[in-house]
């Protein structure tokens, strides 16, 4: 089940231009209703070493905006998506003690923490926004399995392209193909929705 309920207007998306606009925030993910009130899907717990060998976990998280995606380490996809999460991170840097963004990459060499650093490195990522990460394939796939919902269709997230928004509930508020301009800029303005919601944003 797919649930979802208006939030309010911004008056300047960063990549729409300058005009009023609703924008519809849904909740993804297998939600449930106890007869008074919606239950909706939170992502399970994690816990990874960053490019900086810190502990990135949904503790450390705690009442962020995230955004998080997996991709292979030194692989088209990998780059594709980091030119378009650069974007996303100049955009929100104002933002930085709020939003996040979590990269998990798989098959990465032996040489871990060096590998992040020098991918971290690459990308252009700044270690207070963009956290660079690795996993097991099981860790992964316990955050982006099968039983996430979009449009009634199950979906896995592994080695896509598809970049999920994460409130700070750890709720599912969008989905975004990673490589695609548009489809980041989008992502990038309900960021700013979320952000306005929660009093980080005055005066749009």
């Given amino acids: 089940m797919c649930l979802g309920f ?20 849904p909740h993804y993910g297998p ?26 976990s949904n503790v450390t998280l705690e009442n962020k905006i995230f955004v998080i995606g ?6 088209n996809q990998a780059n594709q998506i980091a ?10 840097s104002y933002l930085k003690k709020d939003f996040k963004i979590i990269t998990f990459l798989q098959e990465i060499p032996s040489d871990t923490l060096n590998n992040l650093k020098a991918f971290a490195e690459k990308v252009h990522a700044e270690a207070k926004i963009w956290q660079v990460v690795a996993g097991r394939n099981q860790e992964l796939l ?54 306005a919601e929660y009093g980080k944003i005055k005066n749009m």
């Fill in 6 to 25: 208006y939030y309010f207007a911004i008056r300047k998306p960063l990549t729409q231009g300058r005009k009023n606009i609703f924008i519809k925030l």
């Fill in 31 to 56: 939600g449930q209703f106890n007869g008074k009130d919606s239950t909706f899907y939170k992502i399970p717990a994690f816990d990874f070493a960053n490019q900086t060998n810190e502990v990135i």
């Fill in 70 to 75: 997996v991709t292979n380490y030194n692989s």
């Fill in 83 to 92: 030119a378009q999460l650069y974007r996303a991170q100049d955009k929100l």
């Fill in 142 to 195: 316990s955050i982006f399995n099968q039983n996430t919902l979009f449009n009634d269709k199950p979906v896995s997230f592994v080695n896509d392209m598809e970049l999920l928004l994460i409130d700070r509930n750890n709720q599912i508020r969008g989905h975004y193909n990673g490589g695609n301009l548009k489809e980041v800029n989008r992502l990038i303005d309900e960021v700013v929705v979320l952000a």
